[in-house]
C-alpha cells in the first residue's frame, strides 16, 4: 500500500478522533466575555460585524510534506504535501460569547486553545 497514503490517512484520521475534547474547550466559553476570550486565546486573526452581532475568527493552517518512497515503478510514491486546518468563530452578543462554530480537518484540543477556567 501506498505508505504516503497511509500517513496522509493517520494524520486526518488522528484530527478527526479529537474533536470531542475540541468541543469541550470551546463549550467552556459560552457565556464568557469577550475580553476575556481574547486575553486567553490572543489577537484573532480577524473579526467582523454582521445582524448587531460580532464574530471573533480564530486560524490555524500548518502544510505537513510527506517525502516520497522509492524510486522504482512498483510501490514509489510521490513526495506530497497534506493541508491541515481550523477555524474557529465565536459569536458575540452584548459584550459575551453565545455560540461557536469551526471548520477543518486539524480542530482539536491543544495549548494554542485554552479551555475557560
Known amino acids: 500500500m501506498n505508505r504516503c497514503l497511509v500517513a496522509a490517512s493517520v494524520v486526518v484520521l488522528a484530527s478527526c478522533a479529537t474533536t470531542t475534547p475540541y468541543k469541550d474547550v470551546l463549550s467552556s466559553w459560552s457565556g464568557a ?29 500548518l502544510t505537513l510534506h510527506l517525502p516520497g518512497t522509492g524510486t522504482g515503478v512498483m510501490g514509489a510514491s510521490p513526495a506530497m ?24 480537518n486539524d480542530c482539536g484540543a491543544r495549548k494554542s486553545s485554552p479551555a475557560r477556567a
Open 33 to 61: 466575555p469577550e475580553s476575556e476570550l481574547v486575553r486567553d486565546w490572543g489577537r484573532p486573526t480577524r473579526s467582523y460585524e454582521a445582524g448587531g452581532r460580532a464574530f471573533i475568527v480564530y486560524e490555524r493552517r
Open 81 to 104: 504535501d497534506v493541508e491541515m486546518s481550523c477555524t474557529t468563530t465565536f459569536e458575540v452578543a452584548g459584550s459575551k460569547v453565545i455560540s461557536w462554530s469551526y471548520t477543518g
